[in-house]
């Protein structure tokens, strides 16, 4: 009886549209295996060198630092640029919690900016709304595999003589102006999390061109020792920001299946675009002629009048064996920071954020999606939006 209740539940779940995962191949399991085999002894940094090396070959950086996350990448490049209390750091209204929480890590104090309604990042006009005489950064978030206007933030960053920390966390295999995501501003940081289009699992990666930060970043993220010591004698406080032989053997297998991997992104989101092109009320993930987008997230934003904000809509999509996510909520409105000043002003500022995050939502995604869920997926989106019309 019970073997037959895990049947049902197995089958259940697997007709269920997954939001987000990975492509794996014989490809990653056979690296993997052979990091789980050979990695150890004089081989333990092997893979993850081979790893760095060809990362920051793959994004046009000189140097590259792998990690367990994306975060530790941003709270090491704040870190690195001695930015703390007292400071003020810029970050995108609408983003993921990462992006920003590493600023009060550190003991500084996040400003949310706008974004703009054209590529959904940060906006160049409410990034210089937001500088003051505190200001020492901006942390500038390629969202959901968009890319802001480059030009424009580079411009206002040797204005202000701010530093620019690139959150490419959601953007591998996107380019700007024939740019690749990764190579702008002074240092740049990618999540390999497993809903990423390319995954360690967990991890992260920090890329920059300046010796002296790389070498920084290297000692910060092991405990505040000098790399190449082995007397243990650490000369400061530091942290422990390492990715493992095995987590570094699958990411370099994923990334020598990048173009791949990305050109699977980019036709998962066509068969979205083709399916939703006469639906007036769906506006899919904006696009651009400077940018070639990954799609890491196929995005919907619903119009008003359809009166299916995200709160309403992801649970009867989810009731209906199709799992989405909200478009990221403005972190002015979040409880971890929605009664701080900043939020505050950032609530009276921020028009275009507060306008689109409530009526978006993240389609299925994964790397393992056909045409027939995507048929499926948006069969359901317009019924629920024909029953309100």
Known sequence: ??????????????????????????????????????GWYNNAFEHILRFEEAFSNAVDRKYAVSLPSCTAGIHLALSALNIGPGD??????????????????????????????????????????????NTKAVIAVNLYGNMPDWDDILRIARKYNLFIIEDAAESIGSLYRGRPAGSFGDCSVF????????????????VCNDKK???????????????????????????KYKMSPIQAALGHAQLSRLSELVAMKRRIFSWYKERT?????????????????????????????????????????RDSGIDVRPFFNPLSLIPAY?????????RERNHVAHSISPWGI??????????SDTDRVVTVLLELIQKKL
């Open 277 to 317: 092109a006469a639906i007036e009320e769906i506006t899919l993930n904006p696009d651009s002629d400077n940018v070639f987008n990954s799609y890491w997230m196929s995005t919907a934003i619903l119009n008003a009048s359809t009166q299916l904000n995200k709160t309403i809509l992801i649970p009867m999509l």
């Open 213 to 239: 930060m790389y070498d920084r970043i290297n000692k910060l993220r092991d405990h505040g020792r000098v790399p190449g010591d082995v007397m243990f004698n650490n000369d400061e406080i530091g942290y």
């Open 362 to 371: 993240n389609l299925p995604s994964s790397l393992v999606m056909t045409e």
């Open 88 to 133: 003020e750091v810029i970050v995108p209204d609408c983003t993921w919690i990462a992006s920003c929480a590493p600023v009060n890590y550190v003991g500084a104090t996040p400003v949310f900016a706008d974004i703009d309604k054209n590529t959904w990042c940060i906006s160049g006009n409410s990034i210089e709304d937001c500088v003051s005489s």
């Open 191 to 206: 999540s390999f999390h497993g809903s990423k289009t390319l995954t360690t699992g967990e991890g992260g990666m920090f």
């Open 338 to 346: 929605s009664r701080t000043a900043q939020a505050k002003a950032a």
């Open 1 to 38: 009886m019970e073997k037959e209740k895990n049947k049902g539940f197995a089958a259940a779940f697997s007709e269920r549209i997954p939001i987000a995962g990975p492509s794996i191949t014989e490809v990653e399991i056979n690296c993997v295996i052979d990091a789980v085999k050979n």
